[in-house]
């Protein structure tokens, strides 16, 4: 029997996209919130002895996690084989280490409370800092697939003469990497980050890449002012028709807006957080993963 896959409200475009790409039956669960704020649900749907997929991405996670772990629990009791997991963002990964007493280190607890009702994950460049891979916290097979490729296809096919910019050395090998693929040089920026909204990026010297397009590329998009640091520095220097490409693209606050006023020439972003600037597409990527967890 093929697998269902189950999306929830607002991963209805990937969760289709994924469905395709991995020959398993669709759904949407029905789900809605009571006058109270409790969260009502309902699969309406064959689930005994069937693998079910529920995909959701995990940005603004705190009301998403109920309903998700809602949703996988009554798959069990209604009869499921297993149940897994596609988070294209995953979320609570900022956390990793207790930097002043009493702190939680949430990323460790999010980590136990997922894996104690799903039997595997499949996620997107997770913000992976102080662990090495995923399976230092999360206990459940967990695969995490990397968008670069899909950005690299994306800049060969849509930027003349590209100059891939990394906004902080911490994108330094991730950045070296969509350069290679796609055939560009590219270029790192140092950073010194004072608080949480306040962020000044080096000058870069742009005489050598006179005639290519500056296109700066950073895994997640949050308050965005990291790469509108950048942005003025770039501009400051005398580049122009940047482009901006983020694998998660959130966007909190007004986000997108600032970064649009800064007079960029596109914003790009992967389709794992849903919003108007997707237009890289990792389904692909994210299917692949889903296969080979499924077959061990």
Known sequence: MKPLLLALPGNEAIGESLAGALAAEYAIPET??????????????????????LVCSLDRPDPK????????????????????????????????????????????????????????????????????????????PAAAVHAGPAIAAWVRDHVPAPLIIGPDSESAQWVAAVAREANAPYIVLEKHRHGDRKVEVSAPDMQPWRGRTPVLVDDIISTAHTLIAATRRLLSAGASGIIVIGIHGLFADRAYDELRAMGVSQIVSCNTVTHPSNAIDVTALLAKAVEKLTRA
């Open 65 to 140: 996690f109920l309903p998700l772990i809602f949703l996988a629990e009554t798959a069990r009791e209604m009869g499921a084989r297993s149940v897994g997991l596609i988070c294209p963002y995953l979320a609570y990964m900022r956390q990793d280490a207790r930097f002043k007493p009493g702190e939680g280190i949430t990323s460790a607890y999010f980590a136990r409370a997922l894996g104690q009702h799903f039997d595997w994950l499949a996620t997107v460049d997770p913000h992976l800092h102080r662990y090495r891979s995923l399976s230092e916290i999360y206990a459940i």
């Open 32 to 53: 809605r919130q009571f006058p109270d704020g409790e969260t009502y649900l309902r699969l309406n749907a064959d689930i005994k002895a069937r693998d079910i997929i």
